[in-house]
């Protein structure tokens, strides 16, 4: 098993910034891919950023060019680096990691961008 928590949520002005961190703990090994999900109310969860084992990137077009996600693998951890924040952020943001065909998701952390 995998166990994932997620931190650094909270509430932030429109343009702020935000970094989220992801700590792994368990049986991490051959993760094949790491990312970060968000679900706002009433909609369905969507990807947000990824990143595969072999250090390639994949972002939602929505978050290009403002999001960056990053590992600290000494330290197990996962992190998102949001700027340039916006209302339409708001979500509960949630960590992901993949092994295989099997997916382990954290608890989700609330983001919540004020206009």
């Known amino acids: 098993q995998v166990q994932l928590v997620e931190s650094g949520g909270g509430l932030v002005q429109a343009g702020g910034s935000l970094r989220l961190s992801c700590a792994a703990s368990?049986?991490?090994?051959?993760?094949?891919?790491m990312g970060w999900y968000r679900q706002a109310p009433g909609k369905q969860r969507e990807l947000v950023a990824v990143?595969?084992?072999?250090?390639?990137?994949n972002y939602a077009d929505s978050v290009k060019g403002r999001f960056t996600i990053s590992r600290d693998n000494a330290k197990n951890t996962v992190y998102l680096q949001m700027n340039s924040l916006k209302p339409e952020d708001t979500a509960v943001y949630y960590c992901?990691?993949?092994?295989?065909?099997?997916?382990?998701w954290g608890q989700g952390t609330q983001v919540t961008v004020s206009s």
């Open positions: 992901n990691f993949v092994r295989g065909n099997v997916g382990y």
């Open positions: 368990g049986r991490i090994f051959s993760i094949n891919a």
């Open positions: 990143l595969t084992s072999g250090d390639s990137t």
